[in-house]
Each structure stands twice: as C-alpha cells, then as structure tokens.
C-alpha cells in the first residue's frame, strides 16, 4: 500500500469509527474497544491511535482503559442522570 493509500484508508477508517461513535451517543452509549474492531476490522492500537486523535479534535473521552465516549453519550448520560436525581 502506497503512503498516500495508507493515509486515505487512515481516514475512512477514522470517519467510521467517528460515526459508530455518534451512533452509540445518540442512545446514550459508549464503546469498548473491541466492540470498534470488530466493526472496522481494525487493531486495538490502530482504535487507540484513532482515540487520541479524536480526543484532541473532538473532545471524545476515555472514562476507563478500553472505552471511548462521545461528547453526545456524555450529554445523554447527563441527562438521563438528572432525570434519575428528581
């Protein structure tokens, strides 16, 4: 695979993983890694690499080794926990 292959492929892989990730935050879910490779096909050091640059571009976060989080499953999280309080 040529570099230029390689970078295209990086990114496709990125936007889906972006969009499982928006997926499961519209229901309020997170997702463990392996849950991502086996939908991308992907290693779990190609999904962390994918994280950390999610981490900086989107804000997704990783409450514990293995799971990632998108802004949107925070905010329905959130939600979901103040409706619990009341």
């Known amino acids: 695979m040529t570099p230029n ?3 295209d492929r990086f990114i496709g892989t990125h936007k889906t993983i972006l969009a499982l990730l928006d997926i499961a935050g519209s ?3 997170c ?3 392996e849950a991502l490779k086996e939908q991308t096909g992907v290693s ?3 999904i962390k690499r994918h994280n950390t ?3 900086i571009d989107l804000g997704i976060v990783q409450p514990a080794e293995g799971l990632t989080c998108s802004r949107r499953a925070i ?3 959130k939600r979901k926990l ?3 309080i009341e």
Do not use: F, S, Y
Request: glycine letters at 4%; charged letters at 40%; proline letters at 0%.
């Open 5 to 7: 292959e390689e970078i």
């Open 27 to 29: 229901k309020g879910e």
């Open 31 to 33: 997702m463990t890694a």
């Open 44 to 46: 779990i050091e190609e």
């Open 53 to 55: 640059l999610a981490e």
């Open 75 to 77: 905010a329905v999280l």
């Open 82 to 84: 103040e409706a619990a």
